[in-house]
């Protein structure tokens, strides 16, 4: 599935104008942060320089880093776009394109590790770290700027996801608050899980280790998984183990947060 970046940001702002009309108080902010822009790019980069910068760190001399970042890489802004589609389709609390750029933490935290880790694999490691510094600061989300992560990815709610340095999400993964893709001790190398297309991880999953949730998995609410997770399975408990085959072939798609034991089946 293609994602058509000029018909998203037309959304945006038609969606802007409607809210400008229905709540006048809020009409300068949306002003300043969408209408006022032609496009999407510089219109998000201003907003995560704003959140990100600081008397020590000016939110312009940020903006002019992001500014850098999308003309050089076109498809971070197509990754927004997925992004913000992702979220819209999969959080029944996200009914308009621009609350979700203006007031979701998790996708404001994922498009700033975006910039990033385009600065980490360009070898920009210190810029990179202060920025992983303060999306962790402004938005409790810590990812670290070499880890590898898709598009069309949600976030929801966010709050103390972890994710390492050698860490792979690909492509429409939902993950809730409290998510940790981690190492499990002092070993050093690839030392953190990989996590397949479209697979759900629950709140509070600890996915730890070197180890593979195959494509269209599914992860159980505050589980510890320490072992591969075979492609559209469930796992669930302390450690985690397999509970059945997934309901749907794209769990992350329906954010279905029950778990169906076979036993219950019909």
Known sequence: MGIDVTNIWSAI??????????????????EQHILRYPEFAPALGMLLSVKLGSKHFPPPV????????????????????????????????????????????????LQSYRLANWLWKNGRHSLAYFLQ??????????????????????????TGVVIGET???????????????GGTGKE?????????????IGAGAKILGNIRIGE????????????????????????AHIVGRTESHTPSMDMEQRLVFPEKRR
């Open 62 to 109: 940020l903006e002019g880093i992001f500014a850098d970042f999308y003309r050089q890489s076109p498809d971070a802004i197509a990754f927004a776009a997925f992004d913000l589609v992702a979220t819209h389709q999969r959080d029944p609390a996200a009914v308009n394109y621009f609350e979700i750029l203006l007031f979701l933490k998790g996708y404001q935290a």
């Open 167 to 181: 860490a792979v999400v690909e492509d429409n993964v939902s993950m809730l608050h409290e998510v940790t893709l």
């Open 188 to 200: 050093s190398g690839d030392r953190h899980p990989k996590v397949g297309k479209s697979v759900m």
């Open 133 to 158: 510094n303060r999306i962790s600061e402004v938005f409790a989300v810590d990812i670290h700027p070499a880890a590898v992560i898709g598009k069309g990815i949600l976030l929801d709610h966010a």
């Open 216 to 239: 269209g998995a599914k992860v159980g609410a505050g589980s510890v998984v320490l072992d591969d997770v075979p492609p559209h399975f469930t796992v669930a408990g302390v450690p």
């Open 13 to 30: 702002v038609d969606e802007v104008r409607l809210e400008c009309d229905r709540e006048p108080e809020i009409r300068v902010f949306l």
